[in-house]
Every structure is written in C-alpha cells, then in structure tokens.
C-alpha cells in the first residue's frame, strides 16, 4: 500500500538544483532553497517518492477519508507536527572488526603516538589479529549490530571499509560478509581496504605484490567492492605505494577513496586531487592549495572530526576553510576501534558545538555531499527528498530542521524509513 506522510514540520528537501551534486559555501546554509515551512506531505509508492505537495490536496486525493489519523485508501504517517530530514550518509566507517583497544587510551595519555602503539603491537595490528580470528558470521552478527547502533542514529546509507584482515583470506572474508549486510536498513557500500597496513608477517614489497596480485584480482572479479582505499600517511603506504596501488585498481574499474594527511601534510590529497579519488579523508592538515586542487578535480574532502576529538586532538580550520572557499566538503564517523560512534548527529554536534559551524551546513555534509560520492553505485540519488528518489528519511523529536545535532549522546530521531518502510 502506498504511504502518506502528512502534519510535517520544517522539511529539509536538500533538493535545490542538481541533487546528484553537492553544494559548496553558502549554498550549504541557504535555508530559504533547502528547507520548506509546514504544511507539505509525502506520497510514497514503492519506496520511492511520488509527490511532495501541500498537505491539503494530498489528504483530499489520496485520503478523503481520513479519521483520527486512519485512511482504508492510504497507510497514513503523522509526524506529529515534527521536522522531516532525509536518511544519512555515513561515507566513512570501518564497519567490521573483532577485538577490544580500550586500553591504548592510557598510552596515549601516557604520551604514546598512533605510531608508537603500532609499534608495539597495537593499533591496527591487534584489531587485524583479532578479527582474523572471526569466522564470517561472526562478522556478519557483528555488523548486524552495527547497523543497529547506525540505524538508531538516523543513517540510512553507509560505506563500510575491509582492512582489518591484511591478506587474501581475511580481506576476501570481510568483504563477503559486508556485501551479505546490504539491504539492512541500509544501503552498505564495500570498500577494499587491503592497503590499512602492513602486516607483520610480510615485508612491504611482499604485501605490495599480495596486494596487486593476489587480492586486487580477487576483489575486482567477484565484485566485492566498489572502491580501493589506501591508509597513505607516513609511516604506511607512501605517495608512491599509494599511486601505484589505485592506478592498478583503477584498470580493473575500481574507483578509489583515500585516508590522507590525518597526522601530517604529506601531500596525500594532492595526490588524491591527480588520481581524481572519488574522495580524500581525514584532510586535517592538508595545505590550501591541495584543498583548491581536490575541489577543481571533484575529489570530496571529508573530515572526521570524531577522531581528533577521541585522540584528544584539536579538530582544526579545515571545515571553516573549506566553507569560506566554497570548496566541496563532507563529514563522516569514520567508525573504528578507537572511535567507536555511529552517530553522524554527535559528529554534526562536534561541528556546530565545537567549531560554530551552521547546523544546516553540517546536515548538507552528512546527506547530500557524501551522497554525491556514493550515487553511482546505487538505484537513485539519496541523501536529499525529491520526486523520483529514495524514500529514505528520518522524522525528529522536534517540528526544527536544526535539532538533528543538537543532542549530544542522545538520538534525535523518532522514527527513521528505509525505502518507505519504517525501520
């Protein structure tokens, strides 16, 4: 049965111009193109959206005989008077892996860099042993949780990473199991992330050639993933191993999105900017001219400020500078061991709380930006409400656009539909 969506507060449509592009600058903050007043309803007919008009003709089209908030023609959903925004988009999250680091906060206390619990067998290491360890429905129960955790927070699309396997059989495993998780509440869209590190029982040239060899053909023929991913910072993958990596997924049609200058500039986004990666991450300390080069090559900055802010990290100007510059930019959890939130609300109080970052220009870079980077792959342009697309939205506590992140800790969702169906 078709389904109507009616007494909708503030609607954020995000659907000004071009919804499979993204918006820079001020158009990220144009309230009057972004954000309707009430009085508007949603007609939803196999998942997708039908109409968005003025509630009084969709009620007397389609639910003439509504009473007490019932129809026998239509299945009625009253918002309560409440705002309407669409599904999120979470375009960075390493969505499985096995295993506990809670005790590296005492080393990072204690003075110890990211580098310096690697080298001791923390860090990435530990999690690849651990999640080694798990059979594939462990994973897949793993994630499953997961996906709870991201559905409560009001994402409805989510990139989810490999990476913590670091050979043939691992990588393959965790790949599989997150293809199997597509359709949960979600859109989830693999990335191969072979590339997190190197493992401790090869040298690099060795897993270099596992990489390209063995693990790229594998991924690439069966179609496990969509994206190569390379943790390029120094210390792992450098500029050169980064380049030769992506050009090699690049001719068996793998698009790529990169980890860059989380810790320092070392050139990483530039690269990301020549090899025009769908998107560069982390960015935390990439110069301005990078910044300028990514944006005229489309590669999407997206920032991760949860991970600074667990690290204890300040969370820095790029956003700020990206703004001013109208310089494309998206936000994500970046869901890992060491930050382990699904919450892309938290992320957008971080911004608004922390950097005073307009409420809306944070809901644009959870939504349409990031979606901007993910459409290709998927059946319709999500991220934004528009006639034709995905009817995948989120009904908040509150009849104000604004409130999505303004609940530090607590969801601000009341109900959120996946492809027309309440999840």
């Excluded at 007919?45 to 009620?59: A, M």
């Excluded at 509504?66 to 390493?94: F, M, W, Y």
């Excluded at 005229?296 to 667990?310: A, E, H, N, R, W």
Aim: charged share 20%.
């Amino acid at each position: 049965m078709d389904l109507l969506l009616y007494n909708i507060g503030e609607l954020a449509t995000l659907s000004h111009g071009n919804v499979s592009k993204p918006l820079s600058g001020a158009k990220m903050s144009d309230r009057e193109n972004l954000i309707s007043d009430p009085g508007l309803s949603i007609l939803i007919s196999e998942g997708k959206i039908v109409k968005i008009s003025p509630e009084e003709e969709l009620i007397e089209e389609f639910a003439p005989d509504i009473s007490e908030g019932k129809s026998r023609q239509i299945e009625l959903v009253d918002a309560n008077g409440n705002a309407v925004i669409p599904g999120l988009v979470d375009c960075h999250t390493h969505l499985l892996w096995s295993g506990d680091r809670s005790d590296e906060i005492r080393l990072r206390q204690n003075g110890l860099s990211y580098q310096d619990i690697s080298n001791l067998g923390g860090g990435i290491a530990k999690t690849v042993n651990s999640t080694r360890k798990a059979s594939r429905l462990e994973l897949e129960k793993i994630g499953r949780h997961n996906l709870s955790q991201s559905s409560y927070f009001g994402t409805t699309t989510i990139e989810a990473k490999s990476g913590y396997g670091l050979s043939v059989d691992s990588e393959i495993k965790i790949l599989n199991a997150t293809i199997s998780l597509d359709g949960d509440n979600h859109n989830v869209l693999p990335t191969w992330l072979g590339a997190h590190d190197f493992p401790k029982d090869k040298t690099a040239k060795e897993y270099m050639d596992e990489l390209i060899h063995e693990q790229l053909p594998l991924v690439a023929e069966n179609n496990l993933a969509k994206w190569i991913d390379v943790f390029c910072e120094p210390g792992w993958f450098n500029l050169e191993q980064t380049e030769l990596l992506v050009k090699n997924a690049k001719s068996y049609g793998l698009k790529s999105r990169l980890h860059v200058d989380e810790f320092v500039d070392s050139g990483g986004l530039s690269l990301a900017a020549e090899l025009k990666s769908s998107s560069a991450d982390h960015v935390g300390f990439s110069n301005s001219d990078s910044r300028d080069k990514a944006n005229k090559s489309g590669t999407m900055q997206v920032f991760l400020p949860g991970t600074p802010y667990v690290l204890g990290k300040p969370l820095g100007e790029g956003i700020q500078d990206c703004i001013e510059n109208n310089w494309i930019f998206s936000l994500a959890t970046d869901f890992n061991p060491n930050c382990q939130t699904l919450s892309l609300p938290f992320v957008g109080s971080l911004v608004t709380h922390r950097l005073g970052i307009d409420p809306l220009t944070a809901l644009v870079a959870c939504t349409r930006n990031p979606a901007s980077t993910l459409n290709d792959e998927l059946d319709g342009s999500v991220g934004s409400l528009h006639v034709g697309g995905p009817a995948d939205f989120n009904i908040l506590n509150s009849e104000y656009v604004d409130y999505w992140c303004q609940t530090p800790g607590v969801s601000p969702i009341s109900k959120t539909f996946f492809s027309g169906t309440l999840v």
